[in-house]
């Protein structure tokens, strides 16, 4: 049974940091990514990373924010900094098994979800 477990979510004032970090298991996947929904918006691509290590962000967090993935222990982190109220949101972690080549960055393409974790930015 596959499942992906996110841990790191929390409230943080502006300008500080948080890690999240996901735990896949019952598969090894192609690509990870993390997403992002505030209430009342639609579900937004934050960051993903392909096995062969190429990484795609969104304009929003260039700069801010890094992805990282450890193969070895099928775990992909989400390292965000320079946090703004406009961060705040639930990050979901997803998994992608069908796209061997590519950076998916659209949520249809991926097959695997998070249940979600709060990450709350207070000005």
């Known amino acids: 049974q596959v499942q992906l477990v996110e841990s790191g979510g929390g409230l943080v004032q502006a300008g500080g940091s948080l890690r999240l970090s996901c735990a896949a298991s019952?598969?090894?996947?192609?690509?990870m990514g993390w997403f992002r929904q505030a209430p009342e918006k639609e579900r937004e691509f934050v960051a993903a990373?392909?096995?062969?290590?190429?990484?795609a962000y969104a304009d929003s967090v260039k700069g801010r924010f890094t992805i990282s993935r450890d193969n070895v222990k099928n775990m992909v982190s989400l390292e965000m900094s320079s946090l703004k109220p406009e961060d705040t949101a639930v990050y979901y972690c997803?998994?992608?098994?069908?796209?061997?080549?590519?950076?998916?960055?659209?949520?249809?393409?991926?097959?695997?979800w998070g249940q979600g974790t709060q990450v709350t930015v207070s000005s």
């Open positions: 990373l392909t096995w062969r290590g190429s990484t």
């Open positions: 997803a998994a992608d098994s069908t796209n061997i080549n590519g950076i998916p960055t659209t949520t249809r393409a991926y097959d695997y």
């Open positions: 019952g598969r090894t996947f192609y690509g």
